[in-house]
């Protein structure tokens, strides 16, 4: 079959034709992420991100394009996504981090760049780095991420001291 022909069915909703189109270009896609991104598992988080987002919006493809340029332009995407958000925790924990790290946090956090403020986010469970995110990247108070999360805002507070104990241990300890 062809890609012309995997792309109409998989317009139709055959989900066979879309696992054709994913296994023709999903290397190229996950080393796309990997470049942009400098680490394995997080970009095949992105490069997962952009099939379902692929799959969800498939019906809005034109078929004129190139749907791998199509593809791949979602993945870059989904990567940028990423690295804003690496900054904006990096430029949040280096402004915090007399908070976060204690004594000699400014000194120990003007050490950690972008690459580092990634590595150390996927250091924490997936409930803490819900929090951390929530807390940084959309300025939610406890009360808010315990009612987004279905949880008591007292575990909120417990995933954020735990995030902040072992960010200062992964800093300390050089990452």
Known sequence: MTETELIRNA???DRDAF????????????ALCWNMLGEREEARD???EALLQAFENLSRFDAGRSFIKWLLGIGAKRCLDR???RRTFLRYFQEH????????????????????????LQKLSSRERAVVSLTVFEDFSAREIAAALGC???????HLFNARVK???EVADGM
Do not use: C, F, I, M
């Not at 696992?19 to 996950?30: C, I, N, Q, T």
């Not at 008591?152 to 417990?158: I, L, P, Q, S, W």
């Open 11 to 13: 317009q139709l909703g």
């Open 19 to 30: 696992a054709g189109l994913v296994s023709s270009h999903e290397k190229k896609l996950l």
């Open 46 to 48: 992105a490069a997962q």
């Open 83 to 85: 690295l804003r958000q």
């Open 97 to 120: 981090a007399r908070e976060w790290l204690g004594r000699g946090g400014p000194r120990t956090a003007s050490a950690v760049d972008g690459e580092s403020a990634g590595r150390l």
């Open 152 to 158: 008591a805002e007292n575990t909120v507070r417990v």
């Open 167 to 169: 960010l200062k241990k």
